[in-house]
Each structure stands twice: as C-alpha cells, then as structure tokens.
C-alpha cells in the first residue's frame, strides 16, 4: 500500500509506498515523472526544501535525499525500531517517533546517538505524532493514548486515554482542536487545553487516515478502503 502522499507544487505530487520507492507524479496528466529506489519501505516524506526531501523507513532510519540529482546522500539509523512519522519543529529541528519514544534532532545533524531530547512515556509503538498551533506536540499510540507535550521541556503535559484501540492519526482543526483517529472506529476530537474530548464521530470501521482540506472539512478513510 502506499503510506505517504505529499504536495511538491500545485503540479506534483510524490508518494511513497510499502514496494521501497518514492514516486513522483504529474498531477495533471498522472504521469510517472521519475522514481527513487530505497531498500524498505518508507513511511513518511516531508520537505526540509526545494532541493531536499526528508523520508523515514521501517529500517529504523531517517533519509536525507537530493531532489536534483535523485540520490540519498545521508541514512541515518535513528530509532531502534521502525519509523513512523517525522515532521519538522521550528525550521531547525526534526521530530522522529519509533518505538516507543519520540526524539528531537538538529535537523542539520541526524546522527545515530547524537538526539537532542527524546520523550517517552508511551507503553507501545508511537505511530503518529503532530504540532498544535502553539507549537505543542502530540502523539498517538499502540497503547490507545495520546500525549501532549511540551517540545522545549520534554514534559508531558496531558494524556488522553478515551480511545479503546491503537490511535491510528492525529490532526489539528483550524480552531486549535486536536482530533485523534482510531482502530475503535472512533473519531474524537479534544479541547487541548483541559484535555476534555468534547465530541465523537463513529467510522463505520477503524480509522487509518485523515486531513482537514483548506475548507476546515475533515476526510477520513477506514480498513474498509472508504472514504
């Protein structure tokens, strides 16, 4: 399947799939443009920049690949255990969750042992992790909790435990709401602040993914392969 899709421009698009490549595709015409080759699967893509693509595998490594020339010019082990997600924190950091922890790198330096915080208190695989709107972190996991967490601390600073079944994904509204997507087949969405769930949608079948569009609507999909 594939795990991760990402918006180069208003006309590529570059996907990454659990068959070890990244892809890039003209959105327009659907056009297979080109294809990097990795040795696992890969589970996330973000940008750093232009010229510059981020990817973490279940090789418990980061990547660091060169948009130009198509070659993975760093692999760094990270966790010891599977990568599930990254995302940048302030231009200067990355985030990485594996395992059971969650660590923060310079983004300049993702060297293995050479983290700058790790955060832990998950008591299964972190599968997912996001930033509030005021720079909070929060993460999802096996264990069926999400964590808040204050980055620049280390504290974790709430934990929310309604959820019955892994937490599958995060996202957060435009309102600052953070919502949490599960294999209970539960949609949830929370007041950060109190750590209050103030309401709940039932999927018709465990939750995988989601995203809010640029209209504040919320799309999800299930194990059923809905959307």
Known sequence: PIQCVLFRNKDEIITSSNDDTIKFWNLRTCELLRTFKFNSPIMKLILKNENELLSCSNSCSIQLWDLNTGKCRKNSRAHPDLVYSILIY?????????????????????????????????????????????????SGS?????????????ECLKVLTDHKDFVQCLEVSRDNELISG???????????????CIKEFIHENGVTAMKIDKNGVLISTGWNRKV
């Open 90 to 138: 302030k231009e200067i950091y990355l985030i990485s969750c594996g395992g059971l922890e969650i660590k923060l790198w310079d983004i300049e330096n993702i060297e293995r042992d050479k983290q700058l915080k790790t955060l832990t208190g998950h008591e299964s695989f972190v599968k997912t992790i996001t930033l509030t709107k005021d720079n909070l972190l929060a």
């Open 142 to 154: 096996r264990d069926c909790s999400v964590r808040i967490w204050n980055v620049d601390t280390g």
């Open 182 to 196: 599960s294999s209970d087949q539960k949609i949830k969405i929370w007041d950060i602040k109190s750590g209050l």
